[in-house]
């Protein structure tokens, strides 16, 4: 299918990561237009994040299940098995600073602040909109769970690494039948740079260093499924972390 119908794959491939990123627009435009701080407003104007995050979960998920067969994971027990101690090394990287910045009690705010290195508070928390423990708050603690390591492995690691590698290496010919995985300067500076800008200046420093290393695994292994296995790892630590230690402000 991949071969015979290029059309057709580069939109299975581009449009679930084109969805996710307009339902964050949609979050954006929710905050500018009727976000309200009125404590006597519904939860879904007060905390749009919560309605929005469930909706890209499930959306992007459904995408992807519908399109599975023009996927090339190829999965593999040796690749995954690798990719496991890549991820918590990756995102080892991704939460250094913030952990450097409380071990080192640095105060105020200045250059390194663009190295992540910050309290890294204020972020998603169902505990500002639930009854922490209820059910309310379980559902929302899990959807973000499943949005973090199962949707957004997924849909970047299929347009990041299957679509954009292959498209900036050869984007005059036929890009599409390039074997997945292949090296060149152009596809690392143009994949992990676009990967780095699409985050937060605070996880610039982090996403450059955890882009390389999935670029690195890519070309090792040849293998999409150990790339998905990795950022799966590397997101479900990164939410037990921020469990831990309430540092919010990372998801």
């Known amino acids: 299918m991949r071969l015979g119908q290029p ?10 990561f084109a969805v996710f990123m307009g339902l964050l627009l949609v979050l954006q435009l929710a905050g500018s237009f009727f976000q ?18 469930p909706a890209q979960t499930l959306v992007c998920l459904a995408l992807v299940v519908k399109w599975w067969g023009s996927y090339e994971f190829c999965w593999s027990l040796k690749w995954s098995l690798i990719a496991v101690p890549v ?18 009690g640095i105060q105020g705010e200045g250059w390194w602040t663009w190295l992540g290195v910050k309290p890294r508070q204020g972020g998603f928390d169902p505990s500002d909109v639930f ?16 949005r ?27 890009y599409w039948r390039r074997p997945f995985g292949r090296f060149s300067w ?15 200046p605070s996880d610039y420093a982090g996403a450059l260093a955890y882009g390389s290393l999935t670029y690195l695994l890519c070309v090792w292994s040849r293998n999409l499924g150990a790339c998905v296995v990795m950022h799966a790892v590397a997101n479900g630590l990164m939410g037990w972390y921020i469990l831990e230690t309430g540092k919010t402000g990372l998801w």
């Open 7 to 16: 059309d057709r794959w580069v939109r299975h491939h581009v449009i679930p």
């Open 36 to 53: 309200s701080d009125l404590p006597s407003d519904p939860w879904w104007r007060r905390y749009p994040e919560h309605w929005v995050y």
């Open 87 to 104: 991820g918590a090394l990756g995102i080892g990287f991704w939460l250094f600073p913030t952990e450097l910045h409380d071990r080192l």
């Open 131 to 146: 009854e922490e423990g209820g059910t309310a708050w379980w559902v929302a603690l899990v959807l973000r769970f499943i």
């Open 148 to 174: 973090a390591v199962v949707v957004v492995s997924l849909i970047e690691e299929i347009f990041w690494r299957s679509y954009l590698m292959r498209l900036v290496d050869d984007w005059d010919g036929d």
């Open 186 to 200: 152009r596809s690392y500076a143009v994949v992990t740079g676009a990967f780095m800008v699409a985050h937060a």
